[in-house]
Nanobody, 115 residues
Framework: QVQLVESGGGLVQAGGSLRLSCAAS????????MDWYRQAPGKQRDLVAT???????NYADSVKGRFTISRDNAKNTVYLQMDSLKPEDTAVYYC?????????WGQGTQVTVSS
């Protein structure tokens, strides 16, 4: 069973930065896609950023130009660099990985942005 462990969340003022990490228990090379999602209280879980095994990247419109997703295959880790944070970015952030016929989720890490 693959485990995904997120870290790097916390409390930050608006305009600040955080870097989230998602460490996998095995090589991430075989994952077709790795994503970051977020879920604010009372809202649905939304896709934030995606990176494929081929390096293709996509972002939600709400984070374009502020967030950067990257992956380090040697460290089995995916990152989400979050800059110019806004209060509306407050949510639990989840790492997600997909391979053929299987998907995995991390436990989530809380990000709180104060105004």
């Amino acid at each position: 069973q693959v485990q995904l462990v997120e870290s790097g969340g916390g409390l930050v003022q608006a305009g600040g930065s955080l870097r989230l990490s998602c460490a996998a228990s095995r090589s991430i090379f075989m994952f077709n896609v790795m994503d970051w999602y977020r879920q604010a209280p009372g809202k649905q879980r939304d896709l934030v950023a995606t990176i494929t095994s081929g390096g293709r990247i996509n972002y939600a419109d709400s984070v374009k130009g502020r967030f950067t997703i990257s992956r380090d295959n040697a460290k089995n880790t995916v990152y989400l660099q979050m800059d110019s944070l806004k209060p509306e970015d407050t949510a639990v952030y989840y790492c997600h990985a997909f391979e053929t016929a299987r998907a995995y989720w991390g436990q989530g890490t809380q990000v709180t942005v104060s105004s």
